[in-house]
């Protein structure tokens, strides 16, 4: 005799012995849903593991979009990855992880601000019942830009991502984070090669390589930086942006450009410092830059901070994540 299925058919022809289905007709009524279970009305015993509080838990890279208003004034409309998390108390055996989202979506039209953000963060505090929570936007952004000399155009893209945390007393920080993306041409390199040349009469390349600083940043409250300002500091600070659109004269252009700004990886850092340091509008920075060497088979790295009491620090490893 052949046994029983739980979910299919035997070949014997015995029907499952558990029914499978979706009831499309089925209507979900107020006093339905009341009866559903709640993990969050569990008992204390529910909660699994050591009786401690949990300091993040939430959701990550959900998708949506969001509109962003540029220096110009004008709306933008990008895809945007959100993180959402808030802190746990001890008898809490969970969270419910679609309050987070939704909270989003109840603001999902607006225009993306300091105080929209605001107002998601105290939203979902609040859904949740929790005490402290934090905020993490990430899009791509789009800039446009003119080619060096033949005044093509193209649309830069940088990596920006807005925090916020907020703390269970209402004090709440921003932060931006911002990916820059430029050409390094090693000095030592350029010495060594014209020395060849001149000694030797040996043509040589010197070495360059594309590098990538990231930049956190917090605004003095009151104060306000459009990503804008944040890619121009960039670009006054280290001057050798990689391009989009060249034609031949372009990359002549991009090559002088190299010549006239050698930098190691630590005149990159304190080139970026000296800039952000001068703007009155931000409090405080972080700043990690990674030169991704041609002559090694490993990056030149380096990191500094502004050095506010309290503030950010150079602990920083994540090089990994500077690949570009």
Not at 6 to 15: E, F, I, K, M, V
Not at 111 to 134: C, P, Q
Not at 229 to 252: P, S
Request: aromatic share 10%; with cysteine.
């Amino acid at each position: 005799m052949k046994k029983p299925m739980y979910l299919h058919r035997s070949a014997s022809g015995a029907a499952p012995r558990i029914k499978r289905g979706y009831d499309t007709t089925f209507k979900v009524t107020p006093p339905y849903r009341e009866t559903l279970p709640d993990m969050m009305e569990a008992a204390h015993d529910a909660v699994h593991g050591a009786h401690v509080p949990i300091q993040q838990v939430g959701v990550h890279n959900f998708k949506l979009p969001l509109k962003f208003r540029t220096k110009r004034k004008e709306i933008l409309t990008l895809e945007a990855s959100v993180t959402g998390t808030v802190s746990l108390e001890a008898d809490l055996k969970g969270i419910n992880m679609s309050r987070i989202v939704r909270s989003f979506y109840e603001h999902k039209d607006e225009v993306f601000t300091g105080e929209w953000m605001g107002r998601i963060l105290r939203s979902y505090l609040k859904n949740v019942k929790s005490k402290d929570a934090r905020l993490k936007v990430s899009f791509s952004y789009p800039m446009l830009h003119r080619s060096l000399r033949s005044g093509l155009e193209g649309y830069q893209f940088y990596q920006v991502a807005f925090e916020g945390v907020m703390t269970r007393n209402g004090d709440w920080r921003r932060f931006i984070h911002f990916d820059f993306v430029y050409s390094s041409a090693c000095p030592c390199s350029a010495e060594l090669s014209e020395h060849a040349r001149d000694t030797r009469g040996v043509y040589t390349v010197p070495h360059s390589q594309r590098s990538k600083a990231r930049i956190v940043l917090e605004e003095v409250s009151g104060k306000r930086i459009w990503i804008e300002d944040v890619q121009a500091l960039c670009l006054r600070a280290l001057k050798t942006e990689t391009q989009v659109m060249v034609k031949r004269e372009d990359e002549q252009a991009f090559a002088e450009l190299n010549g006239a700004h050698l930098k190691f990886v630590e005149d990159a850092a304190r080139l970026l410092y000296r800039e952000f340091d001068a703007d009155p509008r931000i409090r405080d920075f972080q700043i990690a830059c990674s030169h991704l060497e041609s002559l090694h088979s490993h990056d030149a790295v380096s990191v500094i901070c502004k050095g506010v009491k309290g503030g950010f620090s150079a602990n920083f490893m994540d090089f990994g994540s500077l690949v570009c």
